[in-house]
């Protein structure tokens, strides 16, 4: 019988690439480490010869990302002495800061806008014992108030301004590369704040250098925060492609939206926190924005829980509805491998999922006639 350390988390995997010191106590659940799935039956259908993976980041604890950048946040948090962490939230941040700072016994504050986030994420952040704050006001509004209110209150912000949070999700680059051994051709995320499309940047920089260092391109991400500086790129870097919800979509616009809207609440933000670092980060890849409308968010998440078995929010199917474009009309071209970013769960947002399956839902009577009748017609 052969034993294997048990998996205890990103910050311990990847401790020397984290600004983490050997006393450091560690507020982790266990985050990262998430299945990186090759698609079987979608090229098939698309009819075109590529490597699509997705990188299913709603198995972490939370159901989604944001718990690769809570475990960093919370736990440097700790290490501050800080006794209470805010958040804006759409409502996965919410759900990951109110479960990490159960874990760490700290208290959370979450703003949320009202009647716009998903029941499940509510449902975390009312159980973890977060103080939830519904205001009458989009994510963009709760953002500012906490910028605001932090100056003037002790609590650490956990959105993704806080450097931490995107040292955390820097690695779930890491993991891509050691799994396929080298780094996609091209990497699909959905944007909102873009935090999460800059902290695969950073980490795909890092990887990319000679011994792990971090390149000078990439260090003003970082504000000081990583391990590494200097070395030259050596391994390949994908390109990087920020999908938005049309309605949500302030990277095409090429200027804020005031009121965004869409079925994908998660990436329903029109004033992006990391503006300056997105631009860059397509820059330096070489890769695009494009934008999804709602219709094929939900037709792409639809398409992916019927053919590969996989489930994801709303939100998250904007990496695939945006790569399945771009694969069948060229602009990635065949032969490439690609990654999608699967960013939340979809038991997440069960009301939108149970509305827009069209549902295979039959009632039919308790009778053995009735169920041979419904096998028959269900296999024809
Ligand atoms: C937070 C979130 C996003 C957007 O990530 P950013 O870092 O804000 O761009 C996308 N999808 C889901 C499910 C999220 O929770």
């Known amino acids: ?22 006393d450091t106590r560690i507020i982790s659940l266990g985050e990262g480490n998430t299945p990186l799935i090759r698609l079987s039956n979608i090229p098939r259908v698309i009819g075109k010869e ?4 997705v990188k299913y980041e709603g198995l972490n604890p939370t159901g989604s990302f944001k718990d690769r950048g809570m475990t960093m946040a919370v736990t440097k948090a700790v290490e501050a002495g ?22 760490a016994g700290i208290t959370a504050f979450v703003l949320i806008p009202e009647g716009k986030i998903a029941m499940g994420k509510l449902a975390q952040a009312m159980m973890h014992g977060s103080i939830v704050l519904q ?17 003037q209150a002790p609590v650490t912000i956990v959105n993704s301004i806080n450097p931490f949070r995107l040292q955390g999700q820097k690695t779930a680059a890491f993991e891509i590369v050691e799994e396929l051994g080298r780094a996609p051709d091209y990497h699909c995320l959905p944007v909102g704040n873009a935090g999460n499309i800059t902290a695969h940047w950073i980490g795909y920089c890092e990887y990319s250098s000679a011994s792990g260092d971090h390149v000078t391109a990439a260090c003003s991400y970082c504000n000081g925060h990583c391990a590494y500086a200097g070395g030259a790129v050596v391994g390949n870097r994908p390109k990087m492609i920020g999908y938005q919800a049309a309605g949500s979509a302030p990277f095409m616009r090429g200027a804020m939206v005031d009121n965004p809207e869409t079925v994908a609440t998660a990436i329903r933000i029109g004033h992006p926190q990391s503006w300056e670092q997105a631009w860059k980060v397509k820059e330096e890849s070489g890769g695009w924005f494009d934008e999804c409308s709602d219709e094929e968010i939900l037709a792409a998440q639809k398409l992916l829980a019927e ?26 071209p065949e032969g490439s491998s690609i990654v999608c970013t699967l960013t939340g769960h979809g038991l997440k947002d069960p009301d939108t999922a149970i509305q827009q399956s069209g549902g295979n839902v039959h009632t039919i009577d308790a009778s053995l006639d009735a169920v041979r009748k419904a096998i028959l017609d269900g296999m024809a």
């Open 135 to 151: 205001i009458r006001g989009n994510f963009d509004a709760g953002m500012q108030l906490v910028k605001d209110v932090a100056e």
């Open 82 to 103: 800080s006794r209470a962490i805010i958040c804006a939230s759409t409502g996965n941040t919410s759900a990951a800061a109110a479960a990490y700072a159960a874990r």
């Open 1 to 22: 019988m052969h034993f294997r350390p048990r998996y205890t988390g990103l910050i311990e995997r990847y401790r020397d690439r984290l600004p983490i010191h050997d």
């Open 50 to 53: 590529v490597d699509i993976y």
């Open 307 to 332: 053919k590969e078995g996989v489930f994801c929010e709303p939100a998250s199917a904007t990496s695939l509805a945006g790569a399945l474009r771009d694969v069948k009309n060229g602009k990635i």
